[in-house]
């Protein structure tokens, strides 16, 4: 079955600081990727996502490209900012057409210190 | 606001006792589901439904039921809670590969 592991947390940085956050997935064919982040208290939104081998996907400062020969999704930002703090899943979900329900990693709790 | 609404955002109940969560959608979507949120564990599928009057279980259905009159509403049951189905419950609804959570609902069973 599918299958994500996620980088161990918590991660705390100093603001301005450079983030990764590893992703590797285990999935047959070709599977869409996520992130998706919580802030406190708060449900999941998703904060980026990629559909085919090699794409980016980015938002707010935020990339990870679709590695499909490492089989990862790699969260970086490249200067962390205090609201940044919150919690980052990976998640996949099947090829188009088959199941669609969402495969979660265990989550990265990252706090960024000012 | 478009989006998925969850109630009660806040729940306790006694160890025994039954409960629906309340989940509604008004994007038309048919894809629906349901998570539970445990610390160190991400979230994990408990039921989920592909469309009105179609449902299946996930990762983790065990003590829970699901229904689907609807396209817009999708309830999760609680038959007899146990301290171990204390959690954060997220319902989710999908269209076309894109996913739309609820705020959630903080459920302790004592």
């Known amino acids: 079955g599918n299958s994500v592991t996620q980088m161990e947390g918590p991660v705390t940085l100093s603001e301005e600081a450079f983030l990764t956050i590893n992703c590797t997935y285990t999935a047959t064919g070709y599977p869409s990727l996520f992130w998706y982040v919580q802030y406190p208290g708060e449900g999941l939104q998703l904060l980026l996502k990629a559909t085919k081998a090699d794409d980016k996907g980015s938002n707010k400062g935020f990339e990870a490209t679709y590695r499909k020969e490492t089989t990862s999704f790699h969260l970086e930002k490249g200067s962390v900012q205090v609201s940044d703090s919150a919690v980052y899943f990976c998640a996949l979900s099947g090829e188009p057409g088959s199941a669609r329900q969402l495969t979660f990693g265990s989550g990265t709790q990252l706090t960024v210190l000012p | 606001n478009a989006g998925v609404t969850q109630t009660p955002k806040f729940q306790v109940l006694k160890t025994g006792q039954s409960m629906t969560l309340q989940c509604a959608q008004d994007m038309n979507h048919e894809y629906m589901s349901w998570y539970r949120q445990d610390p160190g564990m991400g979230l994990r599928l408990i039921h989920y439904?592909?469309?009105?009057?179609?449902?299946d279980q996930g990762e983790v259905p065990n003590g829970y039921n699901v229904s689907r009159s609807t396209t817009e509403d999708f309830p999760l049951r609680l038959l007899s809670a146990a301290p171990s189905q204390t959690s954060v419950y997220f319902c989710?609804?999908?269209?076309?590969?894109?996913?739309?959570f609820g705020s959630g609902t903080r459920l302790t069973v004592v």
């Open positions: 439904s592909v469309g009105a009057g179609i449902t």
């Open positions: 989710a609804s999908s269209y076309a590969g894109g996913y739309t």
